[in-house]
Structure formats: structure tokens, C-alpha cells
Nanobody, 116 residues
């Protein structure tokens, strides 16, 4: 599975961005589709996850109520709608998928910078 993330950029605090991640290859084997982020000097953290089997979602406490993860009907494109952005949301955002054999794949990352 190959992943290509896009949609990052510079935005003012309180603004919105929508990230997108396109999956190519054996995307029909995907089970979970996730967004991670890594801020400078910090460990990579899970931001949001989407289970393509049952449609369930889960979010980090820090983004609940502000971010929304979604997947298109073909389950080959992942989105992250980010509203009410804060400076602490500044990070490189990575899309990640897990297939049914528990193998993980990573996209190249897209930079999100929130100015205060």
C-alpha cells in the first residue's frame, strides 16, 4: 500500500485545515486508517483512527471535538478535518494504515503550522 498525504499548510489559530491521504495498491486489505502527528522534540502520537470494518472512530483527548476523521466510500482516501486549530497542533501529520495481516504502512507526512 502506498500513501500520499496532502493538505497541510500555515493557518492562524482558530482556523481550519483539511488533510487528505490517498491509498494506492492493495488498499482493499486495509483494516484501520489513522492519522498520527509528530511535533518538534516530541514523540509521534496517534491523533485519530478509523476502523474500516465497523466504521468506528477514536480520537486523542487533545483533539476531541475539534478534529474529524473520515474515509470515502471506496475506503482508499482518508481525511482529517481540523477545526479550531491551536498552536499546539503544529506538527508533521502522517497518515497510517494497518492491513488485515497487521502490517503497517506510512505516508510521507505533511506539515501543519498554526500561528498564534
Amino acid at each position: 500500500v502506498q500513501l500520499q498525504a496532502s493538505g497541510g499548510g500555515l493557518v492562524q489559530a482558530g482556523g481550519s485545515l483539511r488533510l487528505s491521504c490517498a491509498a494506492r495498491g492493495s488498499y482493499r486489505s486495509i483494516s484501520d486508517m489513522n492519522w498520527y502527528r509528530q511535533a518538534p522534540g516530541k514523540q509521534r502520537e496517534l491523533v485519530a483512527m478509523f476502523n474500516t470494518i465497523n466504521g468506528s472512530t477514536n480520537y486523542a483527548d487533545s483533539v476531541k471535538g475539534r478534529f474529524t476523521i473520515s474515509v470515502n466510500d471506496e475506503k482508499n482516501r482518508l481525511y482529517l478535518q481540523m477545526d479550531s486549530l491551536k498552536s499546539e497542533d503544529t506538527a508533521i501529520y502522517y497518515c497510517n494504515v494497518r492491513d488485515r495481516w497487521f502490517k503497517f504502512y506510512w505516508g510521507q507526512g505533511t506539515q501543519v503550522t498554526v500561528s498564534s
